[in-house]
């Protein structure tokens, strides 16, 4: 069993674990429980009722948070010619072609996305095995693999961030700050639930979303009641 410190134990006292939170309240409580002087990220855990085994059961996908992540998001981009002009002027972080697949080979990995034009994906997919182990790969669904470098970097900017299950069936995704506003947390939440709910696996049978819970980066998890977030998200 994990040991906590101090800190996590006397926030930990300002939890229920028995109770399921109404969302603004569970909102505000989070930001009681960030008690460190850094901004901590605001995480979401989100228990649904699929089989991950199965592919058609697998849920991911992309969502634009109204309020943003409150992180600075480092951005890699595969490309060349007009298109690597049109990622620079769009504030992409890095821009390069087989001189950038050489400098991620070699141990480069200070970026949070890579995203790359169709062309260069056959370069880039010999890193597949760097990229792949950081969850870093380009990917169609989603939608880092595409000729709109301009969109999807501003997108990316401010605020669009991608969900999927892992194998556990739960989606796990840091989507706030502390800092944020009661509204502004439940408000990027929403967002996030809408999305989910959106990709729900055709003809599923049962609960889909059965559980989820928000937690400071270095705090309790605080369970919130699906029902009433729902409601908002809807």
């Known amino acids: 069993m994990a040991k906590h410190g101090k800190r996590y134990i006397e ?5 229920d674990p028995e109770k399921e939170y109404a969302p603004l309240e569970a909102a505000a409580l989070v930001k009681k429980t960030a008690t460190t002087k850094f901004d901590q990220t605001v995480e979401v855990h989100i228990r649904l009722g699929v089989d991950p085994r199965q592919s058609e059961e697998a849920v991911r996908g992309t969502v634009g948070l109204p309020h943003g992540t409150g992180k600075r998001v480092r951005i890699a981009v595969f490309a060349q010619g007009e298109k690597a002009l049109e990622a620079t002027k769009a504030g992409a972080d890095e ?18 996305v890579a995203i790359s034009t169709p062309d260069l994906m056959g370069q880039v997919g010999k890193l597949g095995k760097v990229l792949g182990r950081k969850g870093l790969m380009p990917n169609p669904k989603a939608g880092t693999i595409t000729m709109d470098l301009a969109r999807t970097i501003s997108e990316l900017k401010s605020g669009r961030v991608e969900f999927k299950l892992d194998k556990s069936a739960i989606i796990h995704l840091g989507f706030a700050k502390a800092s944020f506003t009661e509204e502004q947390i439940i408000g990027n939440l929403s967002a996030l639930l809408e999305a989910i709910s959106r990709a729900k696996p055709t003809g599923l049978k049962g609960t889909y979303i059965k559980g989820v819970s928000i937690s400071a980066s270095m705090g309790p998890g605080i369970a919130i009641d699906v029902p009433a977030l729902l409601a908002v998200a809807s």
Request: glycine share 14%; proline share 0%; net charge negative.
């Open 95 to 112: 821009v390069g072609a087989a001189d950038l697949v050489a400098k991620i080979d070699g141990g480069w990995l200070d970026f949070d």
């Open 11 to 15: 926030a930990a006292k300002m939890v």
